[in-house]
């Protein structure tokens, strides 16, 4: 891997995203955390003026004017970008709040990674208003005004609790009933209940069960028939998404790409299955999609995109490849970031 290249990638990606990125700006926050935490897992973070990513970061955090009312049905979290965002009117009312669970996630994401002490973050009100978008069955909308309910924020949710270390922004049990739901026959788990097994689903019930407590770190190595969820099904469903070209793939009967080698390698480093898969195959896979002037794409030999790209570096991190930083694979960033060194 040439971390040299994908450091000078990434720091251009850092001064100026180019034009193809302009149709993904409602999810700036999302792109810069690509950014952000692929330096600190190059090991290249010194590149980056932490004071003004902080800043920046915080300039879209939602300030419900004068009069906040947590049971109003909002959420006041973060605005993926400036174009989402509108300030309160002149009583102080804000008309349009447009904050969203994942742009949330990226936003405390970037905050630890570059060391802001998320304890002086005014969070109760972001924490009182998330248990709004907390369904009945236990899933979580993104956005106070509607959308796709499923596991995905649910993980979101359970990230936001964790690094705020408060779990009063969500019903736990009812969040965890909903994880086990969607659990499928064949071990692996769909983003709602009764949905086809998906790799990205997988990630998120598993990692939101570690990160909420529910199961321990490498339950393979203790007694997992006393498990919430079904281990030996999961694992068997997990290592059969590694293909024979070495990288993994989302789901049966589809390609291997570059960004499943994190979603279902950090599942397996969850469970402590990492022993099981072969590593130098995957390693191959990735070699192949790493572009010559730096950064990684989905499928072999074509053009390098940022969540590839570092999804890329994630697995890379789980393949323990020297001069990279390790990942907390629950929480998506670097272990250092992650106890807040
Ligand atoms: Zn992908």
Redesign the pocket.
């Known amino acids: 891997m040439n971390k040299d290249l994908h450091v000078t990638f990434l720091q251009m990606m850092y001064q100026l995203l180019p034009s193809p990125y302009e149709s993904q700006e409602i999810n700036h926050l999302t792109l810069a955390y690509f950014i952000i935490s692929g330096l600190d897992i190059l090991n290249a973070l010194h590149s980056v003026e932490k004071e003004a990513v902080a800043n920046w970061v915080l300039s879209f955090q939602v300030h419900p004017g004068t009069k906040p009312d947590p049971n109003n049905g909002q959420f006041y979290g973060f605005h993926g970008s400036r174009t989402s965002q509108f300030p309160p009117d002149e009583n102080g009312v804000l008309l349009h709040n447009n904050s969203h669970l994942a742009s949330s996630y990226c936003a405390l994401a970037i905050l630890k990674i570059v060391g802001y002490d998320l304890s002086s973050l005014d969070s109760e009100l972001m924490l009182s208003s998330m248990r709004n978008l907390q369904q009945s069955d236990g899933s979580f909308m993104p956005i106070h005004t509607g959308g796709e309910t499923d596991l995905r924020f649910v993980y979101c949710a359970a990230s936001i609790c964790f690094m705020l270390d408060n779990w009063s922004g969500m019903d736990k049990e009812k969040a965890k009933d909903y994880i086990l739901l969607c659990q499928s026959y064949d071990g692996g788990f769909g983003l709602v209940p009764g949905a086809e097994s998906h790799g990205g689903a997988t990630y998120c019930a598993v990692a939101s069960l570690r990160l909420m407590g529910f199961i321990e770190d490498s339950i393979l190595s203790s007694c997992s028939s006393s498990s919430l969820i079904d281990v030996p099904l999961l694992l068997d469903w997990t290592l059969q998404r590694q293909g024979t070209d070495g990288g993994f793939q ?1 789901r049966p009967n589809k390609p291997s ?4 080698a994190f979603w279902i390698g950090a599942v397996l480093r969850i469970l402590g299955g990492c022993n099981f898969v072969d590593k130098n195959a995957v390693r191959e896979f990735l070699l192949a999609c790493q572009y010559k002037y730096g950064g990684f794409s ?1 499928f072999p030999e074509e053009f390098p995109d940022l ?2 790209t570092y ?1 890329g570096f994630s697995a890379f991190s789980l393949l323990e490849e020297s001069g990279l930083k390790s990942l907390c694979s629950e929480l998506g960033i670097t272990d250092l970031a992650a106890i807040g060194v």
Not at 257 to 260: H, S
């Open positions: 989302g790409d570059t960004c499943y989905k969540y590839h999804y």
